[in-house]
């Protein structure tokens, strides 16, 4: 039976992050794919490692070849591929957990031929978030396009790691890497699958670390007139890519900003060396899970547990929506049945200071989440959800059904109708108690 994904990477001298990147791709959450794997040529012990890895998971098929370069190394790995979704890293990169799972669910909820992620870009031993749609809603092909024109030869069209593709669809229109450049052969693929394709989402969730370390044309040792040459051929198939997306009248719109392209590219469409105020350190980006209390025994360890797994589906809404941690699990705790009907019992029931409970109704309320009475003391409090909260609301409850599944994973019907029970004869034990 063929995986519902193909994940591929090529790898040339990675001898250093090839294994971050592996272990980032079989640890994942989602574990319904292949990894092709496919060694350049490496003059290091890149193709030894990832052999050493293909012995001891069955999902994952090596490609030994020549040095013919990374678009070669991935058409290969097309021809190849099984999956009925393409997704692609770079050697030196890795992904969050929950990566390909968040792809796949967003692909198929939304039956989308393209899913586009904001994704992390690490310098050193810091990290900020790289993003640019905000819409949360399905597009058309002219509605993507009209984004991707606000920002010519930005990364986050550019590039291929950031998007999860359909095989049909490259199959069908025979979609691979133009092997005689080396500039923008990422993009060019891209605005021919763009070209194929009808439904787009983007997913404002960062799920993949982009590490700074490639390099330019200039630092390839490509000489100027040939780098021009290039430049121009891209950008004419650019050009010619929203004469056949628009119409005439809002090509002729759009033109100018159609042009800026030429001047954008000039860079190289790199992502800039510096990094975005509000950037962390790395590994605060997400929150911390202490390894030695997921293996512990204990009262407090059991609460811990749940609290982090609850955190880690929690984590994903938070981010797609802007909202820290702490603000989606109140958002959560006051769309519970239980009403708390003063603070002191809301405080309570969320595990908040009062100071802290108030500063977060203030933060949710100026988002437009919630409205909320002013009333002191043990009078009642009154918290209505307004329109806004709809949407937040629903990702919360996929968030709780992905963490029971999570939970009960492995469980027969026999079991789940056990735990049940048990459950219920636990809490009625406290109830007497408390």
């Known amino acids: 039976m063929n995986p519902t994904v193909s994940i591929i990477v090529p790898v040339y001298n990675a001898e250093a992050t090839i294994s971050r990147c592996i ?12 990894l092709l794997l496919v060694d ?8 030894s490692v990832c052999d050493q890895y293909a012995d001891k998971d069955s999902r994952i098929r090596v490609i030994h070849k020549e040095n013919t370069g990374v678009s070669d190394s991935r058409n290969q790995a097309l021809d190849q591929a099984r999956g009925t979704f393409i997704q692609f890293l770079d050697s030196d990169d890795w992904i969050t957990p929950n990566a390909t799972r968040l792809f796949v669910d967003t692909a198929t909820h939304y039956h989308c031929d393209l899913v586009i992620a904001d ?8 990290v900020s978030v790289k993003g640019d749609i905000e819409d949360d809603c399905v597009m058309t092909q002219e509605e993507f396009a009209s984004h991707m024109v606000e920002n010519p030869a930005d990364f986050y069209y550019g590039v291929l790691w950031n998007k999860l593709f359909r095989r049909d669809i490259i199959e069908k229109y025979h979609l691979r890497m133009d092997t005689n450049i080396s500039w923008c052969e990422d993009f060019m693929f891209n605005l021919e699958y763009i070209r194929h394709a009808e439904i787009f989402y ?9 590490v700074k370390t490639k390099g330019s044309l200039a630092s390839q040792g490509m000489n100027i007139s040939k780098t021009i040459r290039m430049k121009l051929m891209v950008f004419e ?3 010619n890519f929203y004469k056949h997306v628009l119409d005439e009248e809002d090509y002729e719109k759009n033109r100018l900003q159609i042009y800026r392209f030429l001047i954008d590219a000039a860079g190289d469409g790199t992502v800039p060396p510096s990094i975005l105020p509000g950037s962390k350190k790395l590994g605060e980006e997400r929150s911390q899970i202490s390894e030695a209390a997921l293996t ?7 609460e811990y547990r749940n609290r982090k797994l609850l955190d880690y589906y929690l984590e994903s809404v938070a981010l797609k929506n802007n909202l820290s941690l702490a603000e989606i699990r109140l958002l959560l705790c006051l769309n519970q ?13 969320a595990g908040l200071t009062l100071r802290n409970l108030s500063a977060l109704l203030q933060k949710l309320s100026s988002r437009g989440l919630i409205k909320m009475d002013v009333r002191r003391g043990k009078k009642p ?10 949407p937040v609301l629903k990702e919360l409850a996929i968030a709780q059904n992905n963490y029971d599944q999570a939970r009960f994973s492995g469980f027969t019907d026999e079991e789940l109708i056990q735990y049940s029970a048990l459950s219920e004869k636990i809490k009625r034990n406290m109830q007497k108690i408390l």
């Open 119 to 126: 994704f992390y870009r690490v310098v050193g031993e810091r």
């Open 237 to 239: 198939y650019y050009n």
């Open 381 to 390: 409090l009154s918290i209505t959800f307004l329109p806004a909260a709809g």
């Open 23 to 34: 272990e980032s791709i079989i640890t994942q959450e989602y574990t319904d794919f292949e």
């Open 337 to 349: 049945p239980h009403q708390s009907h003063t603070r002191k019992e809301l405080a309570d029931f």
């Open 202 to 210: 983007a997913l404002q969730i960062p799920i993949y670390y982009y």
């Open 40 to 47: 350049d040529g490496s003059r290091d012990a890149s193709g």
């Open 296 to 302: 512990a025994e204990g009262i407090l360890m059991d």
